[in-house]
């Protein structure tokens, strides 16, 4: 696909333009802001057009199978965005392994939404680090972020080269300025940002807080669809790439790198965000959680949340996933003789959810919009007691689970609290008391229900 727009990045004078998208999950994209400045027929002219440079950014090794890689043809090469570096801290912003002795990640947990403080907060001064799994200097597990954002990044940009990042906002717009193109980010919407992207957010509507998956392992794919086949779920016209668009501006600006878990800026002269042309198939996506079209059983019984699974970062064992990205937003339940919420359960992947907006039906109390819960690996959990005793008794004619939306971020590893997670967000204490009620109903009378 060859998409031309003319359209500029935001300016510092607040100049406002219309981000455009190419559908596809991926594909392998063609896009110029310019017209003529993407080479034809060949990835590395000579000389290439409008003296522009080309550089390749890619996301595999060059042996993989399929390899994920961008060309890219810029105002200056990448090597005139960096510079000498120093290390910096960002206390709350985290990586694994991130283990502390005086906190306790063995447990089911939940936290009401960390508030907003008052404070003027950044993407990266604003990102709040809950749990963290794996290594992340050995490129396994993940860790998830709340996000608090008041300001704007001005003059100041940002890439990670630990890991691809799954945005998930719960209130407030904002802005993904890319090298490769903008995407504009609202509630109900996700982000996927690749490794060593850099990019500069802006708040559009503040403040704004979501939920970010960190995920060090491999990138994220559409989950295999077996017996399912090829409709339904999350469809692969629905994530949108952006189209090129770029700056050519002088001012004196920063790039922080995440590197193996710690911090480097380094200063520049001018914007990083000079990418003119572009194809390939390593690019930034979006995608609206309310095109999801989720599938489930039809006569009776409740079958594994796997099929809510949205997107999914493979692990190296079959079966089990680095990560696995869980919707669960509005759908009709129709099961006969069938207890309809979640079961009861413990399994191997440890389950961090978080609640974008509505009420969660198996937790009709207390699991609140920007609210988070974790249900660490090999812990039982499921349905409160009033949860029970309402599907229990329920009279089962088709009803439809409306206006609610959450999500897990479910990963093979077991996830860590951090200090912040476990001293600092608004933990609640009593969480684990919501099966305390739950009756013993047994007294060896057959038949009885």
Known sequence: ????????????????????????????????ALPGALPQGMNSPQKCNYGLYGEQ???TAFTDVRPERTWCYRIRPSVKHSHRYEKIDLPHFRSAPDIHPDVTSLGQYRWDPVPHSG????WLTGMRTMTTAGDVNTQVGMASHIYLVTESMVDDYFFSADSELLVVPQEGRLRFATEL??????????????????????????PARGFVCENYGQKFELPGRGPIGANCMANPRDFKAPVAAFEDREAASTVTVKWCGQFHRTEIAQSPLDVVAWHGNYAPYKYDLRTYCPVGAILFDHPDPSIFTVLTAPGGQAGVANIDFVLFRERWMVMEDTFRPPWYHKNIMSE???????????????????????????????PDREAFEKASNANLGPDKLDDTMSFMFETRFPQHLTRFAGKEAPLQEDYIDVWKSLEKKFDGTPGKK
């Open 1 to 32: 696909m060859n998409v031309q727009d003319k359209a500029e990045l935001t300016k510092a004078d607040g100049k406002t333009v219309t981000p455009g998208y190419m559908p596809g999950f991926g594909n392998d994209f063609e896009t110029e």
């Open 57 to 59: 950014l890619s996301g």
């Open 119 to 122: 404070d003027k907060l950044t």
């Open 181 to 206: 193109g903008i995407i504009d980010l609202e509630p109900k919407e996700i982000a996927i940002l690749p490794r060593g992207l850099v990019y500069r957010v802006e708040v559009l509507d503040g």
């Open 352 to 382: 961090l959810m978080g609640n974008i907006y509505g009420e969660y039906d198996a937790k009709p109390q207390g699991f609140v919009p920007g609210g988070v819960s974790l249900h660490n690996m090999m812990l039982p959990h499921g």
